[in-house]
């Protein structure tokens, strides 16, 4: 018997009451009761992403919420400010060349958090940028960019905008749209929202409506006014994933019940186990100095096969972390906790980890690294 465990950052672990919800038979999503659940979603996903104006849904993966927020904001012959510090910071800047918009890269070493003094400059010096594109948290490297700051120098042009992709920040760490001048907020099922993938959300400022009406980028699916007037109607434009919706109104009152607040905590106290237990192993973090609470990324020590040991995990206790992508291939792995996860959860993959490590001639104290972790998880 091989019980399987998902520690990646996306897809998580989901809770039971979400996938009992999903499997009950399915309703047509122009009856009575979906505009019910629709209706109950639109006030969860306010409570959830802090704002007063209304969260999109689309059936899509998190990129097609990224991709909307490219071609509903800008117009032809704008320009973007992308902050590249990992794969998905260089997805902002692809999606821009597909709609050929031209995007500036602010580059940032992998591993490291950008400097809002940067974007300052850039924005000083390029009166033509319209949107600043970047990551709340970046999931490839595990860093958490100054959102709060970034958006204190954005908010004082009236001509340009600031869109974070939330996908692992919606549900981890304190993210308040509306109290910090956000403009655009997208996020996905997968994360913290505990779902399976399938949902993509977007969220956006009156500024950013206000881009949304000039906007002449070419969009058809994904059409934010269509997609508003739908919803303001307890509507979907097109057919929806009905069960996924299903599942959204159970995990919206879940995250309801346990609190914003005590949710945030859960993960930063997750977060804290985990990253003090890596240290105890005597292993490095791979965002140390802004690390986000959704995941820690911990390099491989010296000696140490890095595929290997992904592989390890599930071939020995059917545990999925996640590997490096691109340049951090092989060269750490990822352990999420983000969305249904536990205290006993974090310990049992430190364990693994150690148990692991250990097996593959790294040497340490067994224990040392569960030790460190029930140390911050008690407290
Ligand atoms: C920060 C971030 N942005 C974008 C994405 C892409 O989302 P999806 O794979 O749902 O399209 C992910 C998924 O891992 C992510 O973590």
């Avoid at 902002?92 to 918009?101: L, M, P, S, T």
């Avoid at 390099?299 to 992904?310: F, T």
């Avoid at 071939?315 to 249904?340: M, N, P, S, W």
Wanted: hydrophobic letters at 40%.
């Amino acid at each position: 018997m091989k019980k399987k465990y998902l520690f990646s950052p996306g897809p998580t672990m989901l809770p039971p009451e979400v996938l009992l919800k999903m499997a009950e038979p399915i309703m047509h999503h122009r009856e009575p009761e979906f505009e019910k659940i629709i209706a109950e979603i639109r006030e969860g996903l306010k409570y959830l992403f802090q704002t007063k104006n209304e969260v999109l849904v689309f059936t899509s993966s998190g990129t097609g919420a990224m991709e909307g927020a490219v071609s509903n904001i800008l117009s032809g012959g704008d320009k973007a400010l992308v902050v590249r510090g990992g794969k998905f910071g260089e997805r902002w800047g692809e999606i821009c060349k597909a709609y050929g918009v031209e995007s500036i890269p602010i580059d940032v070493e992998w591993g490291k958090a950008v400097d809002p003094l940067r974007i300052q400059e850039m924005l000083e010096s390029n009166p033509s940028i319209r949107a600043v594109y970047l990551q709340a948290s970046e999931t490839s490297t595990g860093v958490k960019h100054p959102i709060k700051e970034i958006a204190e120098i954005v908010k004082k042009y009236d001509e340009t905008v600031m869109v974070v992709d939330a996908i692992t920040g919606i549900g981890v760490f304190d993210i308040p749209m509306d109290q910090w001048g956000l403009d655009v907020v997208v996020s996905g099922s997968q994360k913290a929202l505990m779902l399976p993938p399938g949902l993509a959300f977007a969220a956006l400022s009156d500024k950013a409506w206000r881009f949304v009406e000039r906007s002449n980028l070419p969009k058809y699916y994904f059409d934010f006014k269509k997609e508003l007037k739908s919803a303001q109607k307890n509507q979907n434009s097109y057919t929806p994933a009905i069960s996924l919706f299903v599942g959204l109104r159970e995990a919206l009152n879940l995250i309801r019940k346990e609190g914003r607040e005590s949710v945030f905590r859960r993960h930063e106290k997750l977060a804290e186990a985990t990253r003090a237990a890596v240290r105890a192993l005597g292993l490095e973090l791979y965002a140390p100095d802004s690390p986000s609470n959704a995941l820690t990324a911990v390099k491989i020590p010296q000696g140490i096969d890095g595929e290997r040991l992904k592989d390890l995990f599930f071939e020995k206790f059917g545990i999925t972390v996640a590997e490096g992508q691109d340049r951090a291939k092989g060269k750490i792995i990822r352990i999420a906790h983000l969305g249904y996860y536990g205290k006993l959860d974090m310990v049992m993959v430190i364990s693994a980890l150690e148990m692991l490590l250990k097996e593959m001639g790294y040497g340490f104290d067994l224990g040392a690294g569960v030790k460190a972790a029930e140390e911050i998880l008690m407290a």
